[in-house]
């Protein structure tokens, strides 16, 4: 059952085109809240950019759902007397990808500055010596600039945040394919549970809030931020999962989880249990597919910071399969996005607000 | 979904071990998103 509809999905081509760096998410929240805003009560932004709706205000009992609106970046580190700039990580970003791509440097006072990562010539590279694999300390960008004065002209200075061009396509009508659907998608997701729940006009028994937290490639720290500010009782997070059916990926080690079989469902420390059996119980009632996989220390995902704060809150984790994380060539099965929509938003009108999630009452 | 290098996980490891024999071991497990603070800020080990 396809719940995305043409004008959502324009919406989602309009946000992943829209640059929203690790730190700098400020006008892909906004494009988001517009989105977002027929849909909720109220809307709220804190100091560092996380922002959330609130359906159905004033309730005793909250619930999150929420995914991540920041995409993995790079920052100016250094520009050489040639005018050639070398990059920081600006969060998980990859070195093996950039030669060869194109690039926007973003400007303080707005607007970007096009350049590309440039790479040495097959005939010109010594494939003996150790510097011929791409490395953080040898990808530097080229801007077209004589010199380095010439960059500064441009208003390019150290601290000035990169971003990979690629924009969003869709592959054989099945897959969405883009720059940073980790997790912009997540995002997308939730928005479209508002949606959903306004359209048919579902009463909730609790507020519901709505988030889109900024930095969590950096350390999920919107999220921590914002989980203390709203304190909610349960919180639904939504981030990507690595398909780990394409080539050159051990199973053994990252789990057996395909693209179209399904949202992932995590087994962690940190996923409260009896908050998972209600997301499989949702899941089996309403025949939506779903995967599982197991994670020890740490999901990864804002999970983590929502079920560690405030004393502990029962959280969930609810993933979609994604090729190629962290490539401009991120890979979503549209069956996938949709089967996750319905799940959460499935999985909403099952919490009632008397939910017991201590583990145990009585000896 | 975050990425952290292996040799940032190892480091935490590390610091976790020494942290738990050394000092304030709850700390850290309570905290446990915050691990990454401890990488890249290792002057909150003084907290
Ligand atoms: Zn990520």
Redesign the pocket.
């Given at each position: 059952m396809h719940v995305i509809t043409p004008e959502s999905e324009k919406f989602l081509q309009q946000y992943l085109n829209n640059a929203s760096p690790t730190g700098f998410e400020a006008s892909g929240q906004q494009l988001w809240l517009k989105y977002l805003q027929p849909y909720i009560d109220e809307w709220k932004l804190d100091t560092y950019g996380t922002a959330y709706g609130i359906i159905n205000p004033g309730k005793d009992f909250k619930v999150v759902i929420e995914g991540h609106a920041d995409e993995?970046s790079w920052f100016v580190n250094y520009i050489t007397d040639d005018g050639f700039i070398h990059v920081i990580r600006n969060?998980?970003s990859d070195h093996m990808i950039a030669p060869s791509m194109r690039v926007h440097v973003h400007l303080r006072k707005g607007g970007t500055v096009e350049g590309v990562f440039g790479w040495p010539a097959i005939h010109t590279r010594n494939e003996k010596e150790s510097n011929n694999m791409p490395a953080l300390d040898n990808i530097t960008i080229d801007l077209g600039a004589k010199d380095r004065e010439e960059v500064l002209k441009m208003g390019v200075h150290v601290g000035c945040v990169v971003t990979f061009q690629d924009t969003f396509t869709v592959v054989n009508n099945r897959y969405y394919c883009g720059r940073a659907l980790?997790?912009r998608i997540g995002g997308f997701c939730v928005a479209e549970v508002a949606r959903l729940l306004k359209e048919n006009k579902d009463e909730l028994p609790f507020t519901l809030y709505v988030v889109n937290s900024v930095q969590?490639?950096v350390g999920l720290r919107g999220a921590e931020m914002v989980a203390e500010t709203i304190k909610p009782n349960v919180a639904i997070v939504t981030d990507?999962t690595h398909d780990t059916h394409t080539p050159m990926i051990n199973m053994k080690k990252h789990g057996d989880v395909r693209a179209g079989n399904g949202p992932s469902v995590t087994y962690a420390p940190a996923v409260h249990n009896k908050l998972l059996d209600l997301i499989i119980e949702t899941a089996e009632e309403k025949s939506i597919p779903f995967q599982r996989e197991a994670a020890s220390r740490y999901t990864g995902t804002d999970t983590d910071a929502f079920a560690y704060s405030g004393g502990g809150i029962p959280s969930a984790l609810i993933s979609l399969p994604l090729r190629y994380?962290?490539t401009t060539v991120e890979m979503a099965h549209k069956d996938d996005v949709n089967n996750l929509i319905r799940l959460i938003y499935e999985l909403l009108k099952k919490i009632n607000t008397s939910h017991d999630f201590r583990y145990f009452n009585k000896l | 979904?975050?990425?952290v290098r292996a040799t940032e996980v190892q480091f935490f490891f590390f610091l976790c071990l020494a942290n738990s024999f050394q000092q304030d071991f709850t700390f850290h497990v309570r905290r446990l998103p915050s691990q990454y603070r401890t990488v890249a800020r290792p002057a909150l080990r003084q907290e």
């Amino acid at each position: 059952m396809h719940v995305i509809t043409p004008e959502s999905e324009k919406f989602l081509q309009q946000y992943l085109n829209n640059a929203s760096p690790t730190g700098f998410e400020a006008s892909g929240q906004q494009l988001w809240l517009k989105y977002l805003q027929p849909y909720i009560d109220e809307w709220k932004l804190d100091t560092y950019g996380t922002a959330y709706g609130i359906i159905n205000p004033g309730k005793d009992f909250k619930v999150v759902i929420e995914g991540h609106a920041d995409e993995i970046s790079w920052f100016v580190n250094y520009i050489t007397d040639d005018g050639f700039i070398h990059v920081i990580r600006n969060g998980g970003s990859d070195h093996m990808i950039a030669p060869s791509m194109r690039v926007h440097v973003h400007l303080r006072k707005g607007g970007t500055v096009e350049g590309v990562f440039g790479w040495p010539a097959i005939h010109t590279r010594n494939e003996k010596e150790s510097n011929n694999m791409p490395a953080l300390d040898n990808i530097t960008i080229d801007l077209g600039a004589k010199d380095r004065e010439e960059v500064l002209k441009m208003g390019v200075h150290v601290g000035c945040v990169v971003t990979f061009q690629d924009t969003f396509t869709v592959v054989n009508n099945r897959y969405y394919c883009g720059r940073a659907l980790d997790n912009r998608i997540g995002g997308f997701c939730v928005a479209e549970v508002a949606r959903l729940l306004k359209e048919n006009k579902d009463e909730l028994p609790f507020t519901l809030y709505v988030v889109n937290s900024v930095q969590e490639e950096v350390g999920l720290r919107g999220a921590e931020m914002v989980a203390e500010t709203i304190k909610p009782n349960v919180a639904i997070v939504t981030d990507v999962t690595h398909d780990t059916h394409t080539p050159m990926i051990n199973m053994k080690k990252h789990g057996d989880v395909r693209a179209g079989n399904g949202p992932s469902v995590t087994y962690a420390p940190a996923v409260h249990n009896k908050l998972l059996d209600l997301i499989i119980e949702t899941a089996e009632e309403k025949s939506i597919p779903f995967q599982r996989e197991a994670a020890s220390r740490y999901t990864g995902t804002d999970t983590d910071a929502f079920a560690y704060s405030g004393g502990g809150i029962p959280s969930a984790l609810i993933s979609l399969p994604l090729r190629y994380m962290h490539t401009t060539v991120e890979m979503a099965h549209k069956d996938d996005v949709n089967n996750l929509i319905r799940l959460i938003y499935e999985l909403l009108k099952k919490i009632n607000t008397s939910h017991d999630f201590r583990y145990f009452n009585k000896l | 979904m975050l990425y952290v290098r292996a040799t940032e996980v190892q480091f935490f490891f590390f610091l976790c071990l020494a942290n738990s024999f050394q000092q304030d071991f709850t700390f850290h497990v309570r905290r446990l998103p915050s691990q990454y603070r401890t990488v890249a800020r290792p002057a909150l080990r003084q907290e």
